[in-house]
């Protein structure tokens, strides 16, 4: 899957340019000029805190018109060809990480399962009436993925009565090895936000290394479970040390430096690990919106590679054969280092066109593009 997240805009202020408008069909013209072949759209409900047990299926448009711009959009996108994977989310109203949600009691905890059950299945109705081809039963549920086993199987026989396509689940990176219903659904997810270093100012090969040993952990879960793995979620901000804390987002920082150059690079040691490993079946890069020039939903450090220098490493990577294609012979050429890697050689980098012998991680950088300075 050479897939993208196109995230929706629900605005009283911009009516007229979310999912399944005019505006969300250039952008899916753009994507599959950029190579595309997939999209994950982002539906979302609403809870209060992490404690409640409420899900509201509105977010900010009733759900009546959401739930009909998405079936649009779900046509836009399949009249072009496209896989279309759907992924109900959570907003948390007060803030915090839906990862953390705990209500409480056992009581509270049954309640807001009911309510989480209404919220999936509801969605899941929306997606089989709408012909996509994939569904996650929910995303980042790290607090009780790993726990309350017989309620998510009979959720995953409920889901599945109602939707007939592939089912998923979206894991947090650091939650996928604990989820306890991977053997019920059809393939692995991970919303893969690697750290690649854990030390300021690392180098591109630092960065590679630790892609490798990434993937190699989401290759590792793929071999035990028996199931293809896919990034439902990967990206990285165009700010300095991006791939460091890559959740973290700008606004809660201070003196932010915007660095296009570190979103590139981040992203392209994390792909250039993953596309030659036959268990990793793709990726969708998170995100862009609806509203291809919208600039209301993230500052420019933020995670949209739209016109910014990580988008030429898309480009490149969708156009090249992938370990899991039919045909995986020919090299990607890594847009970052300007070097070539193809599936016969794992993840590392060949020093020059493939000999079919040997091969090298690279000891100096190369260029993402005609008339960019060179870089470490």
């Given at each position: 899957?050479?897939?993208?997240?196109?995230?929706?805009?629900?605005?009283?202020?911009?009516?007229?340019?979310?999912?399944?408008?005019?505006?969300?069909?250039?952008?899916?013209?753009?994507?599959?000029?950029?190579?595309?072949?997939?999209?994950?759209?982002?539906?979302?409900?609403?809870?209060?805190?992490?404690?409640?047990?409420?899900?509201?299926?509105?977010?900010?448009?009733?759900?009546?018109?959401?739930?009909?711009?998405?079936?649009?959009?779900?046509?836009?996108?399949?009249?072009?060809?496209?896989?279309?994977?759907?992924?109900?989310?959570?907003?948390?109203?007060?803030?915090?990480?839906?990862?953390?949600?705990?209500?409480?009691?056992?009581?509270?905890?049954?309640?807001?399962?009911?309510?989480?059950?209404?919220?999936?299945?509801?969605?899941?109705?929306?997606?089989?009436?709408?012909?996509?081809?994939?569904?996650?039963?929910?995303?980042?549920?790290?607090?009780?993925?790993?726990?309350?086993?017989?309620?998510?199987?009979?959720?995953?026989?409920?889901?599945?009565?109602?939707?007939?396509?592939?089912?998923?689940?979206?894991?947090?990176?650091?939650?996928?090895?604990?989820?306890?219903?991977?053997?019920?659904?059809?393939?692995?997810?991970?919303?893969?936000?690697?750290?690649?270093?854990?030390?300021?100012?690392?180098?591109?090969?630092?960065?590679?290394?630790?892609?490798?040993?990434?993937?190699?952990?989401?290759?590792?879960?793929?071999?035990?479970?028996?199931?293809?793995?896919?990034?439902?979620?990967?990206?990285?901000?165009?700010?300095?040390?991006?791939?460091?804390?890559?959740?973290?987002?700008?606004?809660?920082?201070?003196?932010?430096?915007?660095?296009?150059?570190?979103?590139?690079?981040?992203?392209?040691?994390?792909?250039?690990?993953?596309?030659?490993?036959?268990?990793?079946?793709?990726?969708?890069?998170?995100?862009?919106?609806?509203?291809?020039?919208?600039?209301?939903?993230?500052?420019?450090?933020?995670?949209?590679?739209?016109?910014?220098?990580?988008?030429?490493?898309?480009?490149?990577?969708f156009g090249a054969a992938w370990a899991t294609d039919s045909d995986p012979s020919r090299a990607w050429r890594d847009p970052v280092q300007g070097r070539i890697t193809t599936p016969n050689c794992s993840d590392r980098y060949w020093s020059s066109a493939p000999p079919a012998t040997r091969c090298v991680l690279p000891s100096t950088p190369g260029s993402l593009g005609s008339g960019l300075s060179d870089m470490k």
């Amino acid at each position: 899957m050479r897939g993208v997240t196109v995230g929706p805009i629900e605005s009283s202020q911009q009516m007229g340019r979310g999912y399944g408008s005019e505006y969300s069909a250039a952008v899916l013209d753009e994507l599959v000029r950029l190579g595309a072949n997939a999209i994950s759209i982002t539906p979302f409900g609403r809870i209060w805190n992490l404690h409640s047990t409420q899900i509201a299926l509105d977010f900010e448009l009733p759900i009546a018109q959401s739930q009909t711009a998405l079936l649009r959009f779900v046509a836009q996108a399949k009249a072009r060809g496209l896989y279309v994977l759907i992924i109900p989310h959570l907003w948390l109203e007060t803030g915090g990480w839906r990862g953390e949600i705990d209500p409480g009691s056992d009581q509270a905890w049954l309640a807001y399962q009911g309510s989480y059950r209404d919220f999936v299945l509801h969605w899941a109705r929306v997606a089989a009436a709408s012909g996509a081809d994939a569904f996650s039963i929910g995303v980042e549920c790290k607090s009780w993925s790993g726990r309350f086993g017989p309620y998510w199987k009979q959720l995953i026989a409920d889901v599945r009565a109602t939707f007939h396509g592939q089912l998923t689940y979206s894991a947090n990176w650091d939650e996928a090895d604990d989820v306890l219903f991977w053997d019920e659904l059809d393939f692995i997810g991970i919303n893969a936000f690697y750290p690649l270093s854990d030390k300021a100012n690392a180098s591109y090969v630092e960065y590679a290394q630790g892609a490798e040993r990434a993937v190699a952990r989401a290759i590792g879960l793929g071999k035990l479970a028996a199931k293809p793995v896919v990034f439902l979620e990967i990206g990285y901000t165009a700010r300095s040390d991006a791939a460091v804390q890559p959740w973290l987002w700008p606004d809660i920082m201070h003196n932010v430096v915007v660095d296009e150059w570190e979103q590139a690079r981040a992203l392209a040691a994390l792909i250039g690990a993953s596309v030659s490993q036959p268990t990793i079946n793709g990726f969708f890069v998170w995100r862009y919106y609806a509203n291809l020039d919208d600039v209301s939903q993230e500052a420019n450090w933020g995670f949209s590679p739209h016109g910014k220098l990580a988008e030429r490493v898309l480009a490149n990577v969708f156009g090249a054969a992938w370990a899991t294609d039919s045909d995986p012979s020919r090299a990607w050429r890594d847009p970052v280092q300007g070097r070539i890697t193809t599936p016969n050689c794992s993840d590392r980098y060949w020093s020059s066109a493939p000999p079919a012998t040997r091969c090298v991680l690279p000891s100096t950088p190369g260029s993402l593009g005609s008339g960019l300075s060179d870089m470490k």
